[in-house]
């Protein structure tokens, strides 16, 4: 006769205390404005022996089609340099440039070797001044864009992003953020010549170079690259985000889908606000991170979901939280439902002070994260640079954080993240989750 031994369960291991906050350390830096109007700013972060680069130029209220197109060509060769010599030649110090464009702006990003700052620079001179937008490139790069644009409108996120944007920003140029296919085959190289000419210039723009450099000699080698680069832009002004409007829940019709996209925005505040710090933290306990209430409840808990997140969005014009997940579309209704119980529940009882203080080290330490490489550096500088900030706001931000109680993140909870003050939009098959929905809430339905 055989016999089972059996032991009794361990006690549950207390978790260890959080460890202490770590002062936020600012890197030595150094700022110089030209005089063609160009900010540089350069931060010595000497870990490996690379410099990152970031230039920011204001390229708001532009034609979309000929924005995001200019911003895939403007690479493709100048009056001295193919793009291959473009590329060769930066390859020889270690580095490379890319270009990007969003609603605020047109950004150049690369990287190199410290021993080729001067050539990178001159190169990046060589773009600025005289990017001629050949037209062999320009045909490949349209047909690229169209490619990625029409494959982008057949993705739900994609739709649901953009369904959301025009429910938001209504008449504001922030409503519409991706040209369409025909705009784009419509644009031509003068086109993108004559863009260039009248928004790519020094005036408001500003250049972050983040390594091992010596601040000052790093300034030295930007003025002496760009002091040629000269023009003043002639774009408009954008106009103030207007504030979001709750209505009805939108439903944006896409038959046969599996999936639900819902997406809830809420009203946010700029970087330098005095809500910032506490409402970041309430975003977190919400569902910034995983630890959240709303990824325990409709993630961990009930299996709806699975990687719901919410954020805030700043952009120049205003800022927005954003709540975003996919849910099966046979729990649509009760996803929504836990959603908004999660966020009525966050703006009407306080936090514990221990979920606070999770929420809080989790916030201090992705801020520290983020400034410990060369690359994470430079995006923030630059990202805060072109909203008028410095790396002294983070540790402004950090103190702040750090200050915040349970009543600070109660008060902007039940100002910012009340249900009543949500745009509820849901991408999904009508047919099948309208009923689901209209039990909880009005909806309004139209066709993606």
Do not use: C
Not at 147 to 154: G, L, T, Y
Not at 276 to 299: D, K, M, V
Not at 380 to 404: C, M, P, V, W
Request: charged letters at 20%; proline letters at 8%; zero cysteines.
């Amino acid at each position: 006769m055989s016999s089972v031994t059996t032991t009794p369960p361990a006690e549950a291991r207390a978790l260890p205390p959080l460890g202490p906050t770590r002062k936020l350390k600012l890197p030595k830096q150094a700022e110089r404005r030209l005089a063609n109007g160009l900010t540089v700013i350069a931060v010595r972060r000497p870990a490996v022996p690379l410099v990152e680069l970031r230039l920011w130029m204001p390229f708001g209220r532009t034609h979309l089609a000929r924005g995001a197109m200019l911003s895939q060509t403007v690479l493709s060769g100048t009056r001295t340099h193919t793009a291959t010599r473009i590329a060769a030649e930066l390859q020889k110090v270690g580095g490379g440039l890319s270009a990007g464009i969003d609603p605020d702006r047109l950004m150049l990003s690369g990287a190199g070797l410290v021993t080729g700052l001067d050539r990178m620079l001159e190169i990046l001179a060589d773009v600025l001044i005289g990017a001629t937008y050949p037209a062999e490139w320009v045909d490949t790069e349209r047909d690229r864009l169209v490619d990625r644009i029409q494959v982008a409108q057949s993705q739900p996120a994609h739709l649901a992003r953009t369904a959301l944007l025009k429910r938001i920003y209504g008449r504001h140029p922030y409503a519409v953020q991706t040209p369409e296919p025909d705009q784009v085959r419509a644009v031509r190289p003068a086109a993108l010549r004559k863009l260039h000419a009248d928004q790519v210039h020094p005036a408001e723009a500003v250049l972050v170079l983040v390594g091992d450099v010596q601040p000052e000699r790093a300034l030295d080698a930007a003025e002496k690259a760009l002091a040629g680069w000269n023009g003043d832009r002639r774009g408009a002004e954008l106009p103030p985000a207007p504030p979001l409007e709750p209505g009805p829940l939108l439903l944006v019709d896409r038959p046969g889908s599996v999936q639900s996209s819902l997406r809830v925005a809420l009203p946010a505040v700029p970087r330098t606000h005095p809500d910032h710090a506490p409402l970041q933290l309430a975003n977190l306990l919400f569902g910034g991170y995983f630890s959240s209430r709303w990824t325990e409840n409709i993630r961990e808990d009930k299996g709806y979901t699975y990687g719901p997140h919410s954020t805030v969005e700043h952009s120049v014009a205003g800022s927005v939280l954003v709540a975003a997940a996919e849910v099966a579309t046979e729990v649509t209704g009760p996803a929504l439902l836990e959603t908004m119980y999660e966020l009525g529940r966050l703006a009407t009882v306080a936090p514990k002070p221990d979920e606070l203080e999770q929420a809080r080290q989790y916030a201090l330490g992705t801020l520290q994260l983020g400034m410990s490489t060369q690359a994470g550096l430079a995006s923030l500088t630059s990202a805060y640079a072109g909203n008028g900030l410095r790396l002294e706001f983070l540790a402004e931000h950090a103190a702040r954080l750090a200050k915040a109680t349970v009543d600070d993140v109660a008060e902007v909870a039940a100002r910012y993240l009340a249900p009543a003050n949500a745009v509820t939009l849901v991408l999904g098959d009508a047919d099948r989750i309208e009923g689901q929905l209209a039990v909880l809430t009005p909806v309004r339905r139209e066709s993606a």
